[in-house]
């Protein structure tokens, strides 16, 4: 059955302690423990800048509810660095670096490219073939990893599927091509939701949004995100969203949702998080 997980992108903030999102006098140590008991996933951003502990994964993970997953953004070195060119190491790195420690938690990779990076068939193509689809194929991809400073994790126990996510945010990305390259290797367009990528294209058998505040604004008001709320709940339904797009799609079968409310909005995400799932009904994760 497809599932709606409303979430935050990490855990950590100032700004929500206090009795703004966690209660006053809750210890730092018992945060994602609180968080993920409200929400049902969290995108973990330290993976961007560098590379974490299995063992730290593997205390995320034990924190967590049985069906809490963390979404996981890849490593910069991919993205920003190497700019999707010559990665099939970077990226065996990666996933041999401890990732693979959160085990049924483990939720998509999220994969952001930098604002300044066009559109390159070949670059992108190949980029998407190398992906991994599946945990046997993350090991054999792992198994190629060179200068590790550590131990290798992999060890893909519990893990059962690998889905990957693209946060474009250059113009040259907005045409038909990008959306049919995405849809023939199942990964998913991120909706932005930003004044820059303001559509919400389905190209995978998931969805993923990371919702930064209505284009052009700060923040959401609530009808905004009943709006919003309505996307997720007809894409995990297999209906067409009544949202913007590049290139429509035709009804699709119900698809697992994983929307967080993130960057701009920040101080708001949690409230804005909770708010969609009372919006949804409380079994906003059975949708």
């Not at 290798?152 to 126990?157: E, F």
Request: charged letters at 25%; aromatic letters at 10%; proline letters at 5%.
């Amino acid at each position: 059955m497809a599932r709606i997980r409303l979430g935050i992108a990490g855990w950590v903030f100032d700004d929500w302690r206090g009795g703004a999102f966690y209660p006053a006098g809750l210890k730092q140590k018992q945060e994602l423990a609180y968080a993920s008991g409200q929400l049902g996933s969290i995108e973990i951003n330290a993976t961007f800048r560098a590379y974490q502990k299995p063992a730290s994964f593997a205390a995320w993970a034990a924190e967590t509810p049985e069906d809490f997953v963390f979404s996981v953004k890849g490593h910069q070195l991919v993205t920003h660095l190497k700019r999707l060119k010559d990665v099939e190491i970077p990226l065996a790195n990666f996933f041999a670096s401890g990732v693979l420690a959160l085990g049924q938690r483990l939720g998509p990779f999220c994969w952001q490219l930098p604002e300044n990076l066009a559109f390159d068939r070949q670059r992108l193509e190949t980029f998407l073939a190398i992906l991994p689809k599946d945990p046997d194929a993350v090991l054999r991809l792992g198994h190629k990893h060179e200068g590790l400073k550590r131990e290798a994790w992999l060890d893909a126990t519990g893990v059962t599927q690998v889905r990957h996510a693209l946060e474009v945010r250059h113009a040259s990305f907005a045409t038909r091509e990008v959306i049919e390259l995405l849809r023939a290797h199942n990964v998913a367009l991120v909706t932005a939701d930003t004044a820059q990528w303001p559509t919400a294209d389905r190209t995978a058998d998931f969805a993923y949004c990371r919702l930064q505040g209505a284009p052009g604004a700060e923040g959401y008001t609530p009808a905004e995100r009943d709006i919003r709320a309505g996307w997720l709940k007809a894409w995990a339904e297999g209906r067409v969203a009544d949202a913007p797009t590049l290139l429509p799609s035709e009804t699709r079968a119900p698809a697992d949702v994983y929307a967080y409310f993130v960057s701009t909005d920040k101080v708001h995400a949690p409230a804005n998080a909770l708010a969609v799932i009372k919006t949804l009904g409380r079994a906003a994760d059975d949708a």
